[in-house]
Every structure is written in C-alpha cells, then in structure tokens.
C-alpha cells in the first residue's frame, strides 16, 4: 500500500494505492521455469546444438557466425549452396491443421515437416 499524496488524513482506505505484485511474481516465476527447461531441454539433447533462439547465452550473433561457418565449410568442399528464412511466429496461430496438413502433403514436403 502507498500513501496517495496530498491527502489530509490517511483514516480511510481511498487515502491509498494498492499494489499488486501478483503479474510480477508470475513474471519472475516464468522467467525462471523457462530457464530450467532450456537448459534441460539442451543437456538431454532435445533441441539442435546449434539451436538458438530463446535460449539464454546465444544471441543472433551466434546464430549468424555458425551458419556462415557452414556455408563456408560446404563451399570449400564443392557443395552448393543455398538457405531458405522464413519468419512464422504466430503464422500457424489461426490455421487449420488438417487443411495446412494436406497442403504440404500435395506440395510434396517431406514427411518429417509435415509432422
């Protein structure tokens, strides 16, 4: 609770703010949960090891020096090559799955990225 200023009597409850810390809290804890279950998610080799977003101590940095090293590493070998980027955060958010299901199946995706 806060004094609000410029009240001559603080003997009622309107003489007051409240605060709730109930959404910092949940913050906090959230913040913590997922910490937890990256790093456990990383030890028992759930993720990519060259996996890096929302992950703690890699960076768009990371990401970008290890994809030039293989493009560089595949170059040198004679390979082509090419990378294909895609941003779909909230793309799928409303998207029939049975429907983006057949799509792919009827392009040709490969079984692996349709499931």
Known sequence: ??????????DT???????VLLKNLSKI???????RLSLLARHVGLLHPHQTGSLPDLSTF????TFAHEV??????GSKVSSLFLL?????DNVDPGQLTSALRAKGANKYLVA
Do not use: C, W
């Open 1 to 10: 609770m806060l004094d609000k200023p410029g009240k001559a009597s603080y």
């Open 88 to 92: 779909i955060n909230g793309g799928f």
């Open 29 to 35: 804890l959230e913040r913590v949960t997922a910490s």
């Open 13 to 19: 409850p309107a003489s007051f703010r409240v605060i």
């Open 62 to 65: 990371d990401a970008t020096s």
């Open 72 to 77: 560089r590493l595949l170059q040198r070998l």
